[in-house]
């Protein structure tokens, strides 16, 4: 093939070859002409047509190879550009602190809302001592700051850490918790810092989750600037807490140098907002995380996307006796969702309207206020106590905590709005660390199980303003339930068995489960009853050996898992595994 070079010179070439035969074609007679015609002919073709038309599509086609194969090599570019600034940002406690002047900061590793609740009263706590704190969920922060923590005059950690299952870290600590394994290199030698740990004595992991906190910060270099506090959950935990709380604050003044102000005022942590005029589109209704999530349903279901999962089967499986034991499928068709026998399923339950109605009735409140409560810290990452915008309906029937005893905390805050003066002092005393106090919280409040509507009704007297009641109420947590069912013989439904719990008080009342007489009444009858669901991951497991023999003993457990066991054990040996 010829080069542009070449093509140029050849076309040259014929051209003046056609300028001297037309010069000399007059000369000639026609038979000359003729032959001539023929010659012309013969050498004038070098590119034929075809020649050409190939060779532009040649050319066409490399041209357009180089374009393709440059074009997309920018598009990475600018994705790689714009990722880690916000990250960085966003994930630095210490420049927040900065920021809001605090010294102190709170980090707790949660998993049924108690550890958190306890972070939020210590970082409470510190002002009462001249100090600043803040609660932190270390899943949102980079621990990997902890060292620069002495950047910070007068600065202190707290970790309040609870041991879930088997000794194991809860969900939110467990990337904490590889960082304090994986880093021996690390100096927290700046680092002041105490912990409390909450646990269940009847558990053979006692704590654990605490106690390598404890050990692992000190192994690093950091300052321990008093004693690890054990919260047992099978005693009384509240009781554990205050106790160490009493003893620690006078420890941390002393350290610091610093005195109690001796205010001891009620400190809102958030401000009350009634929404008049705002569009009930964009008013949470009950969902976990994102708005109207529970209407178009997006997975990865989690404990902030949960599964509203369609009950298929609700019976009850014994025919003696009081007790109302039921066996609940949940239909997970479509959902991606995947378990294992001995996993746990997490479902959302919802209060009893009654309950709720009656608090709305003692309160003399219209429960469909819509409102927002909004952090009074404005540079905090917890902008609400639970989803605002919502009514108080919701925040009361999904959101809070209404049938559990209240703890200490919250009785000491509400004393304020008692106009009998012995109801106030009794209401400070229950709150208070002494001996008589303790005795009288226990017998009144937890051996009488009274919640906070029987609180009201038992203490007329009492009228707190409904915003801040639900401010200190605690957040209504997800059960967890082991799976009765083997995913193998059961892929696309996952089986609960669970017992009913309602049980009279010593004052009369009947108090009721909130989660077995929720699932209870989740009727199938023709309308669809579902369940917000999401699958907790467990190390309890069979064998990886089939052929190993199995002896199943459940105290504490009971037998759902053990359901799920037997049904894959039976499915193996069809396989002949």
């Keep these: 093939m010829l080069n542009g070079f070449q093509r140029d010179q050849s076309e040259s070439d014929t051209k003046k070859r056609g300028e001297v035969l037309s010069v000399n074609m007059g000369d000639m007679d026609p038979e000359t002409t003729t032959h001539t015609h023929h010659i012309v002919d013969e050498e004038e073709p070098l590119f034929s047509n075809l020649d050409l038309f190939l060779f532009s599509i040649i050319v066409g086609l490399v041209i357009y190879w180089f374009m393709s194969r440059k074009q997309p090599e920018p598009i990475p570019e600018f994705k790689k550009i714009d990722t880690p600034a916000p990250t960085t940002r966003e994930t630095s406690f210490i420049e927040k602190m900065k920021k809001t002047g605090k010294n102190i900061i709170v980090f707790y590793g949660s998993q049924t809302g108690t550890a958190e609740e306890f972070a939020s009263r210590l970082a409470k706590d510190a002002q009462r001592y001249g100090m600043k704190g803040m609660a932190a969920d270390p899943e949102e922060y980079s621990?990997?700051?902890?060292?620069?923590?002495?950047?910070?005059?007068?600065?202190?950690?707290?970790?309040?850490?609870?041991?879930?299952?088997?000794?194991?870290?809860?969900?939110?600590?467990?990337?904490?918790?590889?960082?304090?394994?994986?880093?021996?290199?690390?100096?927290?030698?700046?680092?002041?810092?105490?912990?409390?740990?909450?646990?269940?004595?009847?558990?053979?992991?006692?704590?654990?989750?605490?106690?390598?906190?404890?050990?692992?910060?000190?192994?690093?270099?950091?300052?321990?600037?008093?004693?690890?506090?054990?919260?047992?959950?099978?005693?009384?935990?509240?009781?554990?807490?205050?106790?160490?709380?009493?003893?620690?604050?006078?420890?941390?003044?002393?350290?610091?140098?610093?005195?109690?102000?001796?205010?001891?005022?009620?400190?809102?942590?958030?401000?009350?907002?009634?929404?008049?005029?705002?569009?009930?589109?964009?008013?949470?209704?009950?969902?976990?995380?994102?708005?109207?999530?529970?209407?178009?349903?997006?997975?990865?279901?989690?404990?902030?996307?949960?599964?509203?999962?369609?009950?298929?089967?609700?019976?009850?499986?014994?025919?003696?006796?009081?007790?109302?034991?039921?066996?609940?499928?949940?239909?997970?068709?479509?959902?991606?969702?995947?378990?294992?026998?001995?996993?746990?399923?997490?479902?959302?339950?919802?209060?009893?309207?009654?309950?709720?109605?009656?608090?709305g009735e003692v309160l003399g409140m219209d429960l469909d206020v819509v409102i927002s409560l909004n952090n009074l810290d404005e540079e905090s990452n917890k902008k609400h106590p639970f989803p605002c915008p919502t009514t108080y309906r919701t925040a009361l029937t999904h959101y809070l905590d209404i049938t559990n005893p209240p703890r200490t905390n919250v009785l000491y805050e509400l004393a304020q709005y008692a106009s009998d003066p012995k109801d106030q002092e009794n209401m400070r005393k229950m709150a208070s660390s002494s001996p008589e106090g303790k005795a009288l919280y226990q017998s009144w409040v937890l051996d009488s199980c009274r919640n906070i509507l029987a609180i009201l009704e038992d203490m007329p007297s009492l009228k707190p303003p409904i915003d801040h009641l639900c401010?200190?109420?605690?957040?209504?947590?997800?059960?967890?339930?082991?799976?009765?069912?083997?995913?193998?013989?059961?892929?696309?439904?996952?089986?609960?068995?669970?017992?009913?719990?309602?049980?009279?008080t010593k004052t009369g009342r009947v108090n009721k489960g909130v989660a077995t007489n929720w699932l209870k009444n989740k009727l199938?009858?023709?309308?669809?009853?579902?369940?917000?669901?999401?699958?907790?991951?467990?190390?309890?497991?069979?064998?990886?050996?089939?052929?190993?023999?199995v002896i199943m003993i459940g105290p504490g457990t009971g037998i759902a898992p053990f359901m799920g066991f037997i049904q894959e054990r039976g499915w193996l040996k069809q396989q002949g595994a």
């Design 143 to 359: 621990m990997g700051e902890l060292a620069r923590l002495a950047e910070i005059e007068n600065s202190l950690a707290i970790f309040c850490m609870a041991t879930y299952g088997e000794g194991d870290p809860t969900d939110n600590a467990q990337d904490f918790y590889d960082w304090l394994q994986e880093n021996d290199e690390e100096n927290l030698s700046g680092l002041n810092y105490t912990v409390f740990a909450l646990g269940n004595k009847t558990y053979e992991h006692y704590n654990a989750m605490g106690k390598y906190v404890d050990k692992r910060l000190e192994e690093l270099g950091a300052k321990r600037i008093f004693d690890l506090g054990l919260g047992d959950d099978d005693g009384n935990l509240e009781e554990d807490f205050i106790s160490w709380r009493e003893q620690f604050w006078p420890a941390v003044c002393e350290h610091f140098g610093v005195e109690a102000s001796g205010d001891e005022s009620s400190i809102r942590q958030y401000e009350l907002k009634v929404h008049t005029d705002i569009n009930m589109n964009k008013v949470y209704t009950g969902e976990i995380g994102r708005l109207k999530s529970f209407e178009v349903q997006k997975p990865p279901f989690d404990s902030k996307n949960p599964f509203l999962a369609p009950v298929t089967v609700n019976r009850k499986l014994n025919k003696a006796g009081d007790r109302h034991l039921m066996h609940l499928q949940l239909d997970i068709t479509g959902s991606k969702i995947r378990y294992e026998s001995g996993d746990h399923v997490a479902v959302f339950p919802t209060n009893d309207s009654e309950l709720v109605n009656r608090l």
């Design 471 to 504: 401010e200190l109420l605690p957040r209504l947590q997800a059960r967890y339930y082991s799976i009765a069912s083997s995913s193998k013989v059961h892929p696309n439904s996952i089986h609960i068995c669970a017992v009913v719990v309602e049980y009279e």
């Design 524 to 549: 199938v009858n023709g309308h669809k009853s579902t369940v917000p669901m999401y699958i907790r991951k467990s190390q309890f497991r069979l064998p990886f050996k089939a052929s190993n023999p």
